[in-house]
Structure formats: C-alpha cells, structure tokens
C-alpha cells in the first residue's frame, strides 16, 4: 500500500505568512495527489488535483507543486479564512485512496 | 448547487448492522464515481470504498472489506453503505464525496457532504 507523510503536522502563522506545507508518498505517484481543505464541523474541500491544478472557485494564493513522491501545498499569503487542517490525498492506486495525516494551520 | 446529504448514523451494538444513504442533487448522478470516507473522532480522513458512476466497479479499505458493501441507485440519485460486522474502531463521522469522473480511480473528490455519525459501542 501507498504510505502518504505530511510535514509539518501542524504550524502557527499570521495573516499574510507564506505557508509551505510538505507531502511525501512511499512510492511514484506522479501527479495523482489532490490538496484538501477541513474546517472543524464541516466536511472537507477540494484545493487542488492533480498536484497542481486549481479547483474553480479556490483563491489564487493557493498553489501545488510537485511530481512522483515529493509535494507542496503553498498558501502565498495566509488570510483568516485559511485556518483550517489540511490533507493531502493520493488517487494514484485503485485500492487505497490514501489520505495524509494533516497539517493543523493555527494562528500565532 | 451539488448537495450531498447523509443519513442513517446511529448507535449500533459491536456486530450489528447499519445503512447509511447518501441523497445527491445538482448534478448527473451517474457520470460521477462516489465514495465513503471516515473521520474518527479527533482524527484524520480514511477513505473507506467508492463505486464508479455506473455501479460495475466497487473498491474497498482492507479494514472494511468483506464486512460493509457500496452500491448506488442511479434511478434515485442515491448512494448506499451497508455496514454489517460492525467493530467499536469503525466509529466514525462518514462523510459522502463525490468524484470528479465517472471512473474510481485517478479523479478528485469534489464535493462533500457534511456527514452522518455512527457509534459503535456495547
């Protein structure tokens, strides 16, 4: 099975930070690795597929980069709206679907 | 608008069964493949199984396999999860999310509901 690390797991920033968060998997998934947003209460929110494509409807500040097992979720300038947990997701294998396990963004 | 609503959570006995649906709206139901992903109390996300748009391929997380079953009614627009041979770790909020391609493999999960809670407990 795929194994999906985040870092870090979590982080404290203010608003207008650059935030970087990192998502590493245990083997090539070229670009099938999706970015996700989760706020307490609410089911999660699709940011970015395929590594680095932007979702309709999602800010410009955020951004994915990335190919094979190294990828970054970039939040160029942090706003209030983005404190928030967020999960990478690889849709690479059939049989899995693996989740990260989280980077918690709070505020400093 | 798409909306995903659950239901069926409840507070079942370890062993025992549960159905959660999934009403979809706002968008054609068949095209997209569907999913179960669930949420332990103050954990992360586990995908749990999908099927694709027209209900002929089904997947499924090792630690669900031969105990819950995925299926879909195209003709309602709805999405099912029977759950049998429920353990104390499926606890869980369930949420239902919908992919962006017919297929199950290779898309993104594009909308989400907001979930349905089931308790696994003696």
């Known amino acids: 099975d795929i194994q999906m690390t985040q870092s870090p797991s979590s982080l404290s920033a203010s608003v207008g930070d650059r935030v970087t968060i990192t998502c590493r998997a245990s083997?090539?998934?070229?670009?099938?690795l999706n970015w996700y947003q989760q706020k307490p209460g609410k089911g999660p929110k699709v940011l970015i597929y395929a590594a680095s494509n932007l979702e309709g409807g999602v800010p410009s500040r955020f951004s994915g980069r990335g190919y094979g097992t190294d990828f970054t979720l970039i939040i160029s300038s942090l706003q209030p709206d983005d404190f928030a947990t967020y999960y990478c997701?690889?849709?690479?294998?059939?049989?899995?679907?693996?989740f990260g396990p989280g980077t918690t963004v709070d505020m400093k | 608008e798409v909306q995903l609503l659950e239901s069926g959570g409840a507070l079942a006995r370890p062993g025992g069964s549960l159905r959660l649906s999934c009403a979809a709206s706002?968008?054609?139901?068949?095209?997209?493949?569907m999913h179960w992903v669930r949420q332990a109390p103050g954990k992360g996300l586990e995908w749990v199984s999908g099927l694709s748009g027209g209900g002929d391929s089904s997947y499924y997380a090792d630690s669900v396999k031969g105990r819950f079953s995925i299926y879909r009614d195209n003709s309602m627009n709805t999405l099912h999860l029977q759950m049998d041979g429920l353990r104390v770790d499926d606890t869980a909020l369930y949420y239902c999310?919908?992919?962006?391609?017919?297929?199950?493999?290779?898309?993104?999960?594009?909308?989400w509901g907001q979930g349905t809670l089931v308790t696994v407990s003696s």
């Open positions: 083997q090539n998934i070229g670009s099938y």
């Open positions: 999310a919908k992919a962006s391609l017919a297929r199950v493999w290779g898309s993104h999960f594009d909308s």
């Open positions: 997701q690889e849709t690479y294998s059939t049989f899995t679907f693996t």
């Open positions: 706002g968008f054609t139901f068949a095209n997209s493949a």
